[in-house]
């Protein structure tokens, strides 16, 4: 089946270091990837997504996300975490010759001062 | 620019009642989808409209409808909603190979 996975349940780094937010899919082909932010009551918004090219793709709020092929992974990066940036992040993937997008169960985020 | 609109934002129902979620998007988008949010749970695809006029079952549509009356909207309705059915639900648009504008959610809860 199918699947993206976050191991990780939440990440808390200090304001100012740098961040990663895990995430690593399994489905077949080469699929497109996805990262969206949520903050609290809000809807979903789009970060930066990967469709082929250079391996590190730069997003929205300064992050940047690195896929990895072998690893089957598209991990979520930022160099200098703020404050702000506390929320709950998703990864997705939408697999070749379908419009549907498959989600992650989440990552919350917390950057503490 | 509104984006993708849906209403009501908050909705309270007893066990067996039915309900209309409304999406509208204004973008001008093929795709249209369906999501809810449960805790620890992530995004799960109810249902999935890739043009007008066609719809298609995603990871969870039982207990639900869909009807893509234009471009534009895209309802989900529950005809006998359970307590199961209480959740944050997400329309949202695209085009085919892009990324997903997201509406503000539709809060739900069952009693």
């Known amino acids: 089946a199918q699947s993206v996975a976050q191991p990780e349940d939440q990440v808390n780094v200090a304001e100012g270091n740098p961040l990663t937010v895990k995430c690593t899919y399994s489905?077949?082909?080469?699929?497109?990837l996805f990262w969206y932010v949520q903050y609290p009551n809000r809807g979903l918004q789009f970060l930066l997504k990967y469709i082929t090219g250079d391996n590190l793709v730069k997003g929205s709020y300064g992050f940047e996300a690195e896929f990895n092929k072998s690893q089957t992974s598209f991990h979520l990066k930022k160099p200098s975490a703020l404050v702000s940036d506390s929320a709950l992040y998703f990864c997705a993937v939408r697999p070749l010759n379908t419009g549907k997008l498959i989600f992650g169960q989440g990552t919350t985020l917390q950057v503490k001062p | 620019n509104a984006g993708v609109t849906q209403t009501p934002k908050f909705q309270v129902l007893k066990t067996g009642q039915s309900m209309t979620l409304q999406c509208a998007q204004d973008m001008n988008h093929n795709s249209m989808y369906w999501y809810r949010q449960d805790p620890g749970m992530g995004l799960r695809l109810i249902y999935y409209s890739a043009s007008e006029g066609t719809t298609d079952k995603g990871e969870v549509p039982n207990g639900y409808n869909v009807s893509r009356l234009n471009k534009r909207e895209f309802s989900l309705r529950l005809e006998s909603a359970a307590p199961s059915q209480t959740s944050v639900y997400f329309c949202a648009s695209s085009e085919p190979t892009g990324e997903l504008f997201f509406g503000e959610g539709s809060r739900l809860t069952v009693l």
């Open positions: 489905v077949s082909g080469n699929p497109y």
